[in-house]
């Protein structure tokens, strides 16, 4: 048996999301995690992204399972899709089957072989023995893996932080970390996300002593709004509410679907009358009131943003009401929730949100739990995952500071085939990968033409012209017809479209009258002739079409 | 004389940017900055928005002046257009007027009457008497404004912090601010824009000092970038660089725009021999070099975008170089700035971006600073200008604690009508204003209802139909043709343009044998039809238009 393993990140590598690491020996592949990414600005009217899994559709028959490390979108949100063309068993621990098993419910029609696994347990594919370890992150139940290969152990940490006071208890397992590392590690798979923030990740448990001083003070409603999967926090949301005799009312889809999987099994604890249903609302004086919420991203459809707009069924936000952002924003989400924000402080609310007010902490390591992590388990080879470019890079400094030799680290992008042998570590080669964008109706239809074109139109919108000539002599039949959208809806605009309609007459009359010529070219050179007249007068580019008809 | 004067708002409340603070009195009107403020997100392809001066315009014949604060284009920009419906005199600081100069050299055509003024002078616009005092900001020889008006004298901060070691040695005039307290003060207009953040902004220096560690380690070439109007944080670079024996190579357009206004007039120092020019790079050795370049905001033309890209004429990234971000993101920047740090870091450059690291300070006062400058001039009454609706409200909080009585701080928003009087303070009405947009060939042409359309193409793109019908008959004299553009370009797509044909034709085929109808009305019903089919078949809500030809 070869001594090797390949490691292929499909997605999670120089980018945010759609976390997928497949880890294959000479007669097995695995995946681990299967997520999704959301979209950045120049992708619009894409709802989601998904990793392109061609390498592992055509490695099928040797494909074992997929094992998820923890219940976030960007680690499970891709299975629905996946799962369509590569239906093998899916590993995780309760919680995170138990939240994957309801995306699902929602997304896909066939039987999913789930199979639970707690800590500690060991998983046979044959050449790969994977064992999942404690972690501690901002969703509860959340493992890191150990896999023992043909060419040694290697340790991929999930997402996780070194949470010392962890709200349920369960801290990073460190002594099987510091075991692995006596036993040897071929190499370290470690989360990058916060690579170039200095420091330790503060504790959740900052978060609940907040809460609670806030609560203290707060005369009316409470209204809270938090990531929908950070369990620990929604406990505390709930621990700090009856401390202080309010009841807690759930609002908004997805908050209300973790919290009912959570309590059903047990991952969440609510003393008896603590929540209330939304259609109960009436019955409490603000002041026993809290709302937990939906919208910590500013999301234009949340609850949080209705409320924000006073267009919310349930919940009307007056004076007196103090709303609490307990998330901080993803990158490219900052203009959308500070909308919310300002309209909140319109309705008369007032609203914690600044980062220094300690009511959001991360769920991701730091630059001293990164290095404890390196120095715990003290790797042969380093590959810096889960990040973008810089986390990678910086987290390869981090790992060098500890005393990997640079050579030992590999810094890959999404697609990269890495080698690995107890002898030997290096980067062997390329897999297509790209970006599987989905929409409203369907999944990869959207390609990166579609979404140029669509940036063209956004700028500067488009032009129609249609035209009828003769299928005979070729002439025009009747005035060409020029209409736009998202072009200009001025005076100006009218006359430029009307001058086009000129121009575009001239153009065929100064046609040799020898009879039609190729429809094709003649729409070319139509739109091309309203290009350039708009750009000339105007700097703008729009889009133009032309139809041509014939009769 | 009625003792009542107004505040008119035209911009800078509750939105970032294009300030315009309009003061009147009973015979006499005058503006406060003139700015601009860059696009939001849901602004495609526009370039810049200004405020809506119809307010001014009617009250030309009692506007006496429009008096800047300070040179940033969020004060000094929206000009080359303002003036161009009413010249009015231009009041600045030498330093601002030189820049303001440029900026309508380039794009204004008419004279412009500027009249320099120091801090101390005292300009008389009849009923209201202005004096400048100094301010600490992140561009050199800004002021605030002491008004005496009929009703009392305000204080508009302009921008500012306290500055206790401004790199030019003069910090901001507390000795004339505590004169002003000693004296009354009626109203205090101040810069709220980062009243979220408590504590202290840090000096200036503070760049100074991280920039010579920096200096020290490096070895190879250094790249520094940051905001092209930060003349105090440029100086720091070049008395480092100097120190360090390195020449300065001063590299894209706003930024040699700034480093030439400000050396001539004195505002910037450099010794003799330090600054090389860009076609001199080569004869110096990389560990000799500082290239001080555009491009702190991520902005895909600016020299240090190219840069990233491997597209820049001059300047080629390579291992061994250092980039120093020496700026954070403006809000909406985050993802732009992101891209361009991931893809230096891919060209194997090393780079300073955190917030951590002390590269860059801000320009705006935190809570401290601002609580200093309510209790130095104990106004009557308080607006907190220049912020996010959300910044306006923390900075109103500020006040109160400070001991403005609650009913004496007045929030509003753009065109609000403030009325003062030394007995009483209210909001007595509005004035109509709204964004207007400039774009690449005009100043208002784009208007919300093009911006909606705009969003709705680039969602879902745009299908075109083109039918022709007999004028006698109505009958369809040939297929209909069906286009799209940003829709879907998949052989569904295909497929389903061409069913779109299909139903077309049935749709006139079922028409009763009665003639033309009205065109309007066809045209309607066939987008109509297409648009149920669409949503239906794939969900999109594609823009569908429709031109029907009559022969």
Same sequence: chains 1, 2.
């Avoid at 899916?90 to 138990?98: A, D, I, P």
């Avoid at 404690?134 to 150990?146: A, F, K, M, Q």
Wanted: glycine share 8%; net charge negative; proline share 6%.
């Amino acid at each position: 048996m070869t001594r090797q393993v390949r490691l292929i990140p499909l997605g999670g590598l120089g980018e945010i999301g759609k976390n997928l690491m497949v880890v294959e020996t000479q007669s097995d592949t695995i995946a681990i995690d299967c997520g999704l990414a959301f979209p950045e600005d120049d992708m619009p009217g894409i709802d989601l992204v998904i990793p392109d899994v061609s390498y592992l559709i055509e490695r099928k028959d040797r494909l074992r399972g997929i094992v998820l490390t923890h219940g976030h979108e960007d680690h499970v949100g891709a299975l629905p899709f996946v799962l369509k063309d590569i239906n093998v068993p899916v590993y995780g621990t309760r919680l995170t089957l138990g939240l994957a098993r309801r995306k699902l419910d929602e997304n896909f029609e066939g039987e999913v072989d789930f199979r639970v696994f707690e800590p500690g347990d060991i998983i046979d594919f044959g050449s790969i023995q994977v064992e999942p370890f404690r972690v501690t992150h901002s969703v509860s139940d959340s493992v890191g893996l150990i896999l023992r290969t043909p060419a040694g152990t290697i340790i991929h940490t999930g997402d996780f932080k070194l949470d010392q006071t962890p709200v349920d208890g369960e801290p990073t397992d460190y002594s099987r970390l510091a075991r692995a590392g006596d036993e040897g590690v071929l190499a370290l798979l470690s989360d990058s996300t916060h690579a170039d923030r200095p420091g330790f990740t503060p504790s959740e448990r900052v978060v609940g002593e907040t809460l609670d001083r806030v609560f203290q003070k707060a005369k009316g409603r409470i209204i809270i709004t938090t990531f929908a999967s950070n369990v620990p926090r929604i406990q505390q949301v709930i621990d700090v509410a009856h401390q202080h005799n309010r009841k807690v009312c759930v609002i908004g889809r997805s908050m209300e679907m973790v919290v009912d999987v959570a309590l059903n099994m047990g991952y969440l604890r609510a003393p008896l009358g603590t929540l209330v249903d939304p259609s109960d609302l009436g019955k409490y004086p603000h002041s026993k009131m809290v709302i937990l919420s939906t919208g910590s991203q500013g999301e234009p459809l949340s609850a949080l943003a209705r409320m924000s707009c006073r267009d919310h069924r349930k919940v009307e936000i007056m004076e007196g009401d103090l709303v609490i952002m307990a998330a901080s924003p993803v990158p490219g989400n900052e203009t959308m929730v500070s909308r919310v924000v300002d309209n909140l402080f319109r309705c008369g609310a007032d609203v914690i949100y600044e980062p220094e007010s300690e009511v959001h902490v991360s769920g991701h390591s730091s630059q001293e739990e990164l290095k404890m992590m390196l120095n715990l388990t003290r790797p042969r080879y380093f590959v810096p995952v889960h990040g973008e470019y810089r986390h990678l890079i910086k987290h390869a400094q981090l790992a060098v500071a500890t005393g990997v030799p640079p050579s030992n680290v590999l810094i890959g992008e999404n697609g990269t085939i890495f080698s690995l042998s107890p002898e030997h570590c290096e980067i062997i080669g390329v897999v297509q990968t790209k970006n599987i964008m989905v929409d409203s109706s369907g999944v990869g239809e959207i390609g990166d033409p579609v979404l140029k074109e669509r940036k063209y139109l956004s700028d500067s919108g488009a032009i129609f012209v249609s035209c009828v000539v003769s299928s005979t002599s070729g002439a025009l039949l009747s005035m060409p017809s020029v209409k736009s959208a998202g072009f200009m809806k001025s005076v100006r605009g009218e006359a430029l479209l009307a001058e086009a309609g000129k121009r575009i007459k001239e153009y065929f009359d100064a046609l040799p009258p020898e009879g039609l010529l190729r429809r094709e070219f003649l729409e070319e050179e139509v739109a091309s002739l309203v290009q350039k007249l708009v750009r000339n007068e105007t700097g703008r580019r729009p889009v133009v079409v032309c139809s041509l008809s014939t009769v």
